[in-house]
Structures are given as C-alpha cells and as structure tokens.
C-alpha cells in the first residue's frame, strides 16, 4: 500500500513537470533561459513534455493492473526522458 502510494505522489510529480514544461513552452522562458523562436528548444519541451504525460499515464495503468515489480518501469521511463532533457537543454544552450 505504501508503494502505490508512493508510485501516485511520483506519477503526479511526473505530471506537473510535464505541466510546467508545456507552460514555460509557451511563455517563452524556463527557470532563468529565455528561448522565445528558439525552434529547437520549442521542440525539445514539446516531445519531453508528451513523452512525461505518456509516462504518467502507463504508470498509472502500470500501479493498478500489474505487479509492483513492474513500477520500475515507470521510474525508469522518467529519469530517462528527464537526463535526456537536461543533456540536450545544455547542448542547445551553449
């Protein structure tokens, strides 16, 4: 019970960054960066930002249908899409 609700809090923290991404897309700047008709950038938040909310979503299929071994599965996926974020945001910033 303990790991579900664990895994939720994390699935819900995965969709807020999601959120967050879309919503600094959008304005045009991230944390202190400001990318306004960065194409590469605008890109780079709109594939992580799906590839999070796919994420959330088969974790929570994930959490209720199969077993708990298969949670690593959506840890994983995340950190994942996150480095891969983070690696390429710094590439393109430089």
Known sequence: MVLKILMLIFI???????WYLIKSKNKGQFIIFTFIGNKKINTLFSVTSLVLISTGI???II?????KVFNFITLLIAALAISI????????NE
């Not at 819900?12 to 999601?18: D, G, N, R, S």
């Not at 974020?85 to 393109?92: A, C, E, G, R």
């Open 12 to 18: 819900l923290l995965v969709f807020i960054t999601a």
């Open 58 to 60: 088969i974790g929570i």
């Open 63 to 67: 959490l209720f249908t199969l077993p």
């Open 85 to 92: 974020f983070s690696v390429t945001f710094m590439n393109l």
